[in-house]
């Protein structure tokens, strides 16, 4: 069964049904071609044709290597993939693309419309080079209601929605729903605390004593007033937020009539955080209900799109994007693929408003609308409060597409002046800084963050756990780090195609390495680089504070040669190489405190094969320490819970091997 067949529909990575719905096969061959060739790739694709059926479906092209380079949907597959035969009519970009292709892949779908969400899902997956691409590594932030306890949590939440509860978001940034979370803990005095945390108190902690929970772990509220609290946030966050005042105003005046001062000060305090989050909209979103707005601005060739995110009413922030590969694309099919990625990973709301008609609008809301189990509507505001929002996301379009240009600009002219400043051929594209940290050679480890022309590259980042220098020479460290980045590299025929399209940071070649470090890690480094014969195909610097290291600005840059240059104190270069430095300091410590933290949780039951989570938290419950289970006898380890006959003999025998 092939990789694809294996996850599922397009519409839902978790279906059971995706074996059903998908067929795919490997139309033809991959041929070994490293160099673009029309007439090669026009006859792949007409290989491809005669094993296709009028269907719907998506395609993939692959290069030589087997990389996907575009993925397309199609209502007949016969007929859009023959299209590509005829190049007379076609854009340069399309015919680039073609005398890449080797091979193809078909999925054949049950409709367009799953088509068109399968599209959207191997686009996020695969990123090929010829597609428009929504380039955004975060997940969204959503705030969860949990369903699962007698008491319900509240908190905020990233990634798949396996908990059970009530979601409510998407908010723009971990800020926004950060600032949201705190005014509803103050309006409703839900626990945002975990459940073993809650089982296990026995009297009230600080957020009680600030007014920021209701304390139902100790019994200061019973299940009955905690489920109405649960019941007004539910119709707060979905849009019934000026009742939910009113009946506070109502409570707190009931309160002070009967001289009940205490408990009108802490309605008069819940009232206020309701005016706080409601003053805090810095876009009026009255009337909208669940709605998401996306408006386009274009400028010197480049596309931006800002979304506002408004639900029950309420505006919970908005985001702007910058895709790629827009090249000489329509805007409205760019908007089409932005939305169509975009609610790859987000639920579509009731109604979506755009600043223009979308390329296939009503097949878009027909998936859309599979996707999310309801009906989603698509459509132009052209009056009242929709179109003033409307209104105020072009104009928050283009001046976000105007500072992005000017930032790009300068960015640009600064790695100009990097390149010259280091002595480079050419303006980097890939810089890949290193660090090491540990704590008296204590769990040592290895860092690398890598930089590219629009920023850093957090996915490329890479740990290295030191296994091989002595943990405390900082210089055997760097060359063993050097050493497992580069060996494999090293060991390839370098092709300047096959470094820039390889796949993963071990197929990479950067064209910058910047060491933290002075001459004695640029010196390691450079061994490693001789030894495998590339010393002249990656250039290295170090950078170093100089003298004076309580001074910032006085930061010393050492060339391989010896050399040792510095830059003015309010030099934009500098900043930036500052900014790089800081960078992997930033990501080598934080790796460093989470493998400390897993070493000081660790316990000896991890080291038992087949002992999970929930055996281990048994044992421990049941004996109290790891140390008496090791001394447990056999009958002791089958009466404790949940360890059958086989597991006890299995911990047994580990602990009293030969015995």
Request: with cysteine; hydrophobic share 40%; aromatic share 6%.
């Amino acid at each position: 069964m092939s990789p694809l067949m294996s996850r599922s529909k397009a519409g839902s990575p978790n279906d059971p049904r995706g074996k059903e719905r998908f067929h795919e096969e490997r139309a033809t061959k991959t041929v070994a071609s490293a160099q673009p060739d029309l007439e090669a790739g026009i006859t792949a694709i007409r290989e491809t044709v005669k094993t296709l059926k009028p269907r719907p479906g998506v395609y993939r092209m692959l290069d030589t290597r087997g990389d996907v380079l575009y993925v397309g949907k199609a209502r007949s597959l016969k007929a859009r993939v023959a299209n590509y035969t005829q190049i007379n009519g076609l854009s340069n970009r399309i015919v680039r693309m073609i005398s890449q292709c080797r091979a193809m892949e078909i999925v054949v779908t049950n409709s367009e419309a799953e088509a068109l969400l399968l599209e959207a899902q191997l686009i996020k997956r695969y990123r090929p080079p010829f597609n428009v691409l929504l380039r955004d590594d975060k997940s969204f932030p959503f705030i969860l209601l949990r369903a699962d306890h007698a008491f319900p949590r509240i908190q905020k939440h990233r990634g798949a929605r396996r908990a059970k509860g009530n979601y409510y978001g998407p908010f723009a940034s971990a800020g926004s729903v950060n600032k949201t979370l705190n005014a509803l803990q103050k309006l409703f005095l839900l626990r945002s605390c975990t459940d073993s945390f809650f089982n296990n108190r026995d009297r009230p902690c600080l957020l009680y004593q600030i007014k920021r929970c209701s304390a139902p772990c100790v019994g200061r509220i019973d299940e009955e007033g905690y489920a109405s609290l649960v019941d007004e946030a539910k119709d707060f966050l979905s849009g019934k937020s000026s009742a939910v005042q009113a009946n506070i105003e109502k409570q707190m005046a009931k309160a002070a009539e009967s001289l009940d001062f205490e408990t009108a000060a802490i309605l008069r305090d819940r009232l206020r955080a309701a005016t706080f989050i409601q003053g805090s909209q810095a876009i009026n979103a009255s009337g909208v209900g669940d709605a998401d707005v996306f408006a386009l601005a274009k400028k010197g060739g480049q596309i931006g799109v800002q979304a506002f995110f408004i639900r029950g009413g309420q505006n919970w922030g908005h985001r702007a994007f910058f895709p790629r590969n827009t090249g000489d694309l329509e805007e409205a099919q760019v908007l089409a693929d932005v939305l169509l990625q975009f609610y790859e990973e987000v639920p579509p709301p009731k109604t979506i408003l755009t600043d223009r008609e979308l390329a296939e609008q009503e097949l878009i809301a027909e998936a859309l609308a599979e996707k999310a189990g309801h009906a989603v509507a698509i459509s132009i505001p052209q009056r009242g409060d929709r179109r003033k929002l409307m209104q105020q996301a072009q104009r928050n379009a283009t001046e976000a597409l105007e500072r992005r240009l000017a930032e790009s600009g300068t960015k640009a002219r600064i790695l100009r002046e990097l390149a010259e400043f280091l002595e480079l051929e050419e303006v980097p594209q890939r810089i890949e800084i290193y660090d090491n940290s540990h704590i008296q050679g204590d769990k040592a480890l290895g860092a690398m963050v890598v930089a590219g022309p629009e920023g850093f590259e957090k996915g490329q980042y890479r740990k290295f756990n030191i296994k091989t220098a002595k943990t405390n020479d900082d210089f055997g460290m760097m060359r063993e780090v050097m050493q497992r980045r580069f060996r494999k590299l090293a060991e390839t025929e370098r092709d300047d195609e096959a470094s820039q399209t390889g796949k993963g940071h071990e197929a990479i070649w950067p064209d910058l390495l910047l060491i933290d470090g002075g001459k004695g890690q640029v010196s390691s480094v450079m061994a490693v680089l001789e030894d495998l014969g590339i010393a002249d195909d990656v250039p290295v610097i170090g950078i170093a504070k100089g003298p004076h290291h309580g001074r910032e600005g006085r930061e010393v840059f050492h060339f391989p040669d010896g050399r040792e240059k510095t830059l003015p104190v309010n030099s934009q270069v500098l900043f930036h190489l500052q900014n790089l430095r800081d960078e992997v300091h930033r990501y080598a410590i934080g790796a460093h405190r989470a493998k400390r933290s897993r070493a000081i949780t660790a316990s000896p039951l991890d080291e038992i094969p087949g002992i999970g989570p929930a055996r281990k938290r048994a044992l421990l419950l049941h004996f109290g320490t790891a140390g008496k289970v090791r001394a447990a006898a056999l009958g002791d380890l089958m009466r404790a819970p949940g360890i059958s006959e086989g597991v006890a003999r299995q911990i047994y025998d580990f602990y009293h091997a030969g015995g």
